[in-house]
């Protein structure tokens, strides 16, 4: 089991807005901001947003990022295919004295 | 532009250890620190641990603590991951990744990564 609870999976058609959600506890997504990457099957893992709403650089902006008490939420928006990927988020647990990710979420566009 | 370029795949028997390479290029070296990453067929990511490529200093979490070093040859960019007493729950691809400087747990960029199968 993860630290951090994402749904397993989540889906969308072209166009459409998605959310995946991030849920922690008090001494992890509570306390430190959270970052987000995407993994397409078979290649590293990306990062798309950190600081719990920051976007690197080259990074569309139609990715955006929040954090409320212990969740966070990616939304992608303007669904694209190339947005298929699986995404996981990740931030340090006080109380684990780690650094914990999130057990990904598989976006598939239908 | 800046790489994160790593060893080759490697198979080894329980108990061996394995020893991973990362070398870095397109930027300053001592800049940023790196972390290893891992991530088991089919499974999530787990973080390994992080070295300082200036001081040579490290940071591992407990559940790798005695049975994984990381090092670094600043003659060469080359920051390395050795692990001991694999068993087969180690099968897993290893990453190097760098580290964002300031933002904890954000890695902008990563290896390609390596993969270690340890079976007998």
């Known amino acids: 089991q993860s630290v951090l609870t994402q749904p397993p999976s989540a889906s969308g058609t072209p166009g459409q807005r998605v959310t995946i959600s991030c849920s922690g506890s008090?001494?992890?997504?509570?306390?430190?901001?959270v970052n987000w990457y995407q993994q397409v099957p078979g290649t590293a893992p990306k990062l798309i947003i950190y600081?719990?709403?920051q976007r690197p650089s080259g990074v569309p902006d139609r990715f955006s990022g929040s954090k409320s008490g212990t969740s966070a939420s990616l939304a992608i928006s303007g669904l694209q295919s190339e947005d298929e990927a699986d995404y996981y988020c990740?931030?340090?647990?006080?109380?684990?004295?780690?650094?914990?990710f999130g057990g990904g979420t598989k976006l598939t566009v239908l | 532009q800046v790489h994160l370029v790593q060893s080759g795949a490697e198979v080894k028997k329980p108990g061996a250890s394995v020893k991973v390479s990362c070398m870095a290029s397109g930027y300053i070296f001592t800049d940023s620190y790196f972390h290893w990453v891992r991530q088991a067929p089919g499974q999530g990511l787990q973080w390994m641990g992080w070295?300082?490529?200036?001081?040579?200093?490290?940071n591992y979490p407990e559940k790798f603590q005695g049975r994984v070093t990381m090092t670094r040859d600043t003659s060469n960019n080359t920051i390395h991951m050795e692990m001991r007493g694999l068993r087969s729950d180690d099968t897993a691809i290893y990453y190097c990744?760098?580290?964002?400087?300031?933002?904890?747990?954000?890695?902008?960029?990563w290896g390609h990564g390596t993969l270690v199968i340890v079976s007998s």
């Open positions: 600081s719990s709403n």
């Open positions: 070295i300082n490529p200036h001081s040579g200093d490290t």
């Open positions: 990744a760098r580290f964002l400087t300031g933002y904890v747990g954000a890695f902008d960029i």
């Open positions: 990740a931030t340090w647990d006080d109380r684990l004295n780690d650094l914990v």
């Open positions: 008090s001494s992890s997504v509570g306390s430190n901001s």
